[in-house]
């Protein structure tokens, strides 16, 4: 079933509104939200279970769980940094597909991890990658090799030949990416082993995975490479067609799967959406955008920026990828990602996505105390994060209207008479008037018990810097 969205602008109290659906309809909502524990290692997921549990998230998910390189060239002897002598990126280098590596642990520490998770009721997801290898190809493992017919046929013909133009669909889904040779994931010997590694990681305890750089892994209507028959690695991952036999070990639609499918021309969004769920970059883009501007008219924070439906979404205002590769995001300070996380979390579609950073981070130290598998810091749970997380689903069915103040400072998620959430962008304290459709009343905020008051659908109060309040209908 389609739903259709309708736009109403309100002007009104020197704000402006603007609303989804009406307000008394139960409506399809995302309830869930999403951990992501980058570089923390299994034991330390496990050991952190409670903690991310009473923070009200659904999901965690991991880094990458696959054997890989453990040093390059440039770092010879694979520390244990996050940067320096260990690299947080070679998770992303598989040497073989099978589960463990020397920065997250080994099997029985991942099937620990899935088994006291499901003590919590978290789901785990596991961050794949069946896209490439190593840069040095020679690192992978025989047994590997000897899988999938021999080393030539690990790889796509062209798969040594890097990417000049990402909006060529052969040279995206077929070509070398930043020095990463692409594998045949057409070749079913390939298919084959990948589903096998699928599978032990469902068997461990698993429900759902994030598909690391899909949209270089082709659709049944792209290009293809000469060294494929046909372009069925979709079909087969997600469970729609066996390769000699297999096939997924649970059922498709008890797994949250979502792939990488980064924004830009020339992108088969939808065809993609056949398949999983998809990444909203353009939609952090824009988050981070009004972040920097203090502004909410800074860019068009009312549109989810995607051609697929936002309830199909997974959204974020900051990726790992943001932080840790060009360090895009990573000067904006702890309270604006918060605020902005209140805001997107507050909303009615998407599923969101925290991202953990390192301990001890900063603006002016990025990576912080620099440990791989330590608990990044305790921003996942700030007490206003936790009441963003549970405001989410305690609106579960409840339509969204946004309001804005009149100098876009201050913006308000209300969520019909149930409740509604406020975030202050700006460095100086901000005094309100705007609509909402909240029931006159006096009302507490869950964190600071600050007072709001409405009264005749005017919402009364004053914010904070950087600082956001949940009001919820006692």
């Not at 599923?351 to 950073?357: H, M, N, Q, V």
């Not at 549970?390 to 100098?407: D, H, I, P």
């Not at 869950?446 to 006692?474: A, D, E």
Request: hydrophobic share 35%.
């Amino acid at each position: 079933m389609k739903h259709l969205i309708f736009i109403v602008f309100l002007i009104f109290a020197g704000a402006f509104a603007v609303n989804s659906t009406n307000k008394t309809t139960k409506v399809k909502t995302n309830d869930d939200v999403i951990l992501h524990a980058w570089s923390w290692s299994f034991n330390t997921i496990k050991e952190n279970m409670k903690d991310i549990a009473d923070a009200g998230y659904k999901y965690v998910q991991t880094s990458p769980a696959q054997q890989c390189v453990t040093e390059t060239k440039g770092d010879k002897g694979g520390g244990m940094q996050l940067f320096g002598k260990g690299r947080w990126y070679y998770y992303y280098q598989p040497t073989d597909w099978k589960i463990g590596n020397y920065m997250l642990g080994t099997k029985a520490d991942f099937k620990a991890m899935c088994d006291e998770a499901n003590k919590f009721g978290i789901k785990i997801i596991v961050d794949v990658l069946p896209n490439h290898t190593s840069i040095d190809d020679t690192r992978v493992s025989d047994e590997l090799d000897a899988a999938v017919g021999g080393h030539e046929n690990l790889y796509h013909a062209n798969g040594f030949n890097e990417i000049r133009d990402y909006n060529d669909r052969f040279q995206c889904t077929t070509g070398q990416m930043g020095g990463l040779p692409d594998v045949n994931t057409e070749n079913p010997d390939f298919q084959y082993y990948y589903m096998t590694y699928v599978n032990d990681l469902l068997n461990c305890g698993a429900r759902g995975f994030r598909y690391d750089t899909a949209k270089h892994i082709g659709l049944p209507s792209d290009p293809l490479d000469e060294k494929s028959k046909e372009n069925d690695f979709w079909p087969v991952a997600m469970g729609q067609k066996t390769v000699k036999g297999l096939t997924l070990s649970v059922p498709r639609d008890s797994l949250f799967i979502y792939g990488e499918v980064l924004q830009d021309k020339n992108v088969k969004e939808q065809e993609y959406a056949e398949y999983f769920d998809l990444t909203a970059s353009s939609y952090g883009h824009v988050l981070r955008n009004i972040l920097t501007a203090k502004n909410f008219k800074a860019d068009n924070v009312t549109n989810w920026s995607h051609s697929v439906s936002p309830d199909r979404l997974v959204t974020w205002v900051e990726s790992h990828d943001t932080y840790c590769n060009a360090h895009e995001s990573a000067s904006l300070t702890n309270e604006q990602i918060r605020v902005a996380w209140v805001f997107l979390t507050s909303r009615q579609y998407g599923t969101p996505l925290f991202y953990s950073r390192p301990d001890g981070s900063t603006p002016d130290n990025v990576w912080g105390n620099n440990v791989a598998g330590a608990k990044g810091n305790d921003e996942f749970k700030h007490p206003e994060v936790i009441a963003a997380n549970k405001f989410r689903r305690a609106m579960s069915g409840v339509a969204e209207t946004l309001y804005f103040n009149n100098n876009n400072t201050v913006a308000q998620v209300a969520r019909g008479e149930k409740g509604a959430s406020l975030v202050n962008i700006s460095d100086t304290e901000q005094t309100i008037e705007m609509p909402t459709t909240l029931k006159n009343g006096t009302y507490y905020d869950q964190v600071y018990n600050t007072k709001f008051t409405v009264k005749k659908n005017i919402l009364r109060g004053t914010l904070k810097p950087f600082t956001s309040y949940i009001l919820m209908k006692k």
